[in-house]
């Protein structure tokens, strides 16, 4: 199978009620879609790092009640697992696609990143593309536009990722749901790769 594109059907996988309900259509229409992504970006993406990375699709797996409300295949440089270490997502919550750069509170090295993308705030600020969006919280689904944010915000999110337990940094593009489902598979794929080898200075930063 090579990748077709996303549709109205996966989207709305995450208005089924119930567990085991939205996780079998889950699995049906939006799982192998991700792991083609996972098979068509890992080269590239070693490529780009100069390092070996590897997929990791979503399992939700310790869900035993709240269904998922978005889902995503990782790369990560460790086969075993992304969440400690900086890594790249696709995935999708009902109202848009993401595609990330993220740091997320798991990993034991944000103090000394943090630090890193703190004295390099400037260049970052300047290198990010104005549509892209920046988070700090891997669980919602909102994000501001790097448009929207001054430097000094910027470099607020960095000191935070030092200084709070909890913190996160993610940045990349969000694709509304009515402009993913226009899109043609091709067209997503070039959109994806421009986005990834726009983010890797910031994975390699770490």
């Given at each position: 199978?090579?990748?077709?594109?996303?549709?109205?059907?996966?989207?709305?996988?995450?208005?089924?009620?119930?567990?085991?309900?939205?996780?079998?259509?889950?699995?049906?229409?939006?799982?192998?879609?991700?792991?083609?992504?996972?098979?068509?970006?890992?080269?590239?993406?070693?490529?780009?790092?100069?390092?070996?990375?590897?997929?990791?699709?979503?399992?939700?797996?310790?869900?035993?009640?709240?269904?998922?409300?978005?889902?995503?295949?990782?790369?990560?440089?460790?086969?075993?697992g992304y969440k400690m270490l900086p890594h790249f997502q696709i995935g999708l919550w009902e109202t848009h696609v993401f595609i990330w750069f993220a740091l997320i509170y798991e990993a034991p090295n944000k103090v000394a990143f943090g630090e890193k993308l703190e004295v390099n705030?400037?260049?970052?600020?300047?290198?990010?593309?104005?549509?892209?969006?920046?988070?700090?919280?891997?669980?919602?689904?909102?994000?501001?536009?790097?448009?929207?944010?001054?430097?000094?915000?910027?470099q607020a999110m960095f000191v935070r990722l030092q200084k709070v337990k909890k913190s996160e940094i993610l940045c990349g593009l969000t694709i509304a749901k009515e402009d993913a489902i226009k899109m043609e598979p091709e067209e997503f794929l070039k959109t994806a790769e421009s986005v990834f080898k726009t983010l890797v200075p910031l994975y390699q930063m770490n």
């Open positions: 199978m090579s990748f077709t594109g996303f549709t109205d059907t996966d989207f709305n996988v995450f208005t089924i009620d119930g567990l085991e309900e939205r996780m079998d259509a889950l699995k049906t229409h939006i799982r192998p879609k991700l792991e083609e992504l996972g098979r068509y970006f890992t080269p590239m993406l070693a490529m780009q790092v100069g390092n070996e990375m590897f997929p990791h699709v979503a399992k939700h797996a310790r869900r035993t009640k709240n269904p998922p409300k978005d889902t995503w295949v990782a790369f990560a440089s460790n086969p075993r705030t400037d260049k970052i600020y300047q290198q990010i593309p104005n549509h892209f969006v920046w988070s700090v919280d891997h669980t919602k689904p909102d994000a501001i536009q790097q448009s929207d944010v001054t430097k000094d915000e910027l």
